[in-house]
């Protein structure tokens, strides 16, 4: 199948400061970009999106970044929670298809 | 609040046992979704509907996997024989649009 795994980064924040998770991509055209939390135990939950047609996206306490140069993606988390602690995918469309191809995913540890 | 059901949420079966795992959409979304989740190769895409018709299932080991949609409110992932490398957790997605949504996922365990 399509994918991207293998090992999974780590972020460790303290809880209250400002979290960046990066996804490099890897379809210079695709067109959509999805960022996803995974909880354990729980499917990936949509968390804000944005088209390629976009360089910046904000949603409450989130924001998404495209740099479509250098094939990258970023969500900000600001004032970290301890209920942020999650796996974190991004996924991107590829243009003409309906699917979505994800990323290894990045674990956020929140620290009290 | 609507969401993505599956069913059965845990499975654990003999090696060579026919498995059925069953998704019900999110009613209107016409874009169905079987991914697989395990911790070496993360998400990946079995395959995917659209107006229940099958769009791509090249992420899918033919000779034993299998996917169907007998209807909009309907959709299966069938495994025959099983076999323990195809224990994972086995995900439906539905969209109508841009955006897909993911049901909590069956586990399964073939032992």
């Known amino acids: 199948g399509e994918s991207v795994g293998l090992h999974l980064p780590t972020l460790s924040v303290q809880e209250g400061d400002n979290s960046i998770i990066n996804c490099a991509y890897s379809n210079s055209a695709s067109d959509y970009f999805i960022w996803y939390k995974q909880e354990s135990g729980k499917g990936p939950q949509f968390i804000i999106d944005i088209r390629s047609n976009m360089d910046k996206r904000q949603g409450q306490r989130v924001t998404v970044l495209l740099n479509k140069t250098v094939k990258h993606l970023s969500l900000q988390i600001a004032a970290t929670q301890p209920g942020d602690s999650a796996v974190y995918f991004c996924?991107?469309?590829?243009?003409?298809?309906?699917?979505?191809?994800f990323g290894t995913g990045t674990r956020l540890k929140v620290l009290a | 609040d609507a969401r993505v059901t599956q069913t059965p949420r845990h499975k654990v079966t003999e090696m060579g046992q026919e498995v059925t795992m069953r998704c019900q959409p999110i009613?209107?979304?016409?874009?169905v979704f079987w991914y697989r989740q395990t911790m070496m190769q993360g998400l990946e895409l079995l395959a995917y509907?659209?107006?229940?018709?099958?769009?791509?299932d090249s992420g899918m080991p033919k000779d034993r996997f299998s996917a169907e949609m007998p209807d909009a409110t309907l959709a299966t992932l069938k495994i025959q024989p099983s076999e323990p490398r195809d224990s994972a957790v086995y995900f439906c997605a539905s969209g109508f649009g841009n955006t897909i949504y993911f049901g909590e996922g069956s586990w399964l365990t073939v032992v």
């Open positions: 009613l209107g979304h016409n874009t």
């Open positions: 996924a991107e469309r590829p243009p003409g298809t309906y699917k979505y191809i």
């Open positions: 509907f659209r107006n229940r018709a099958p769009l791509d």
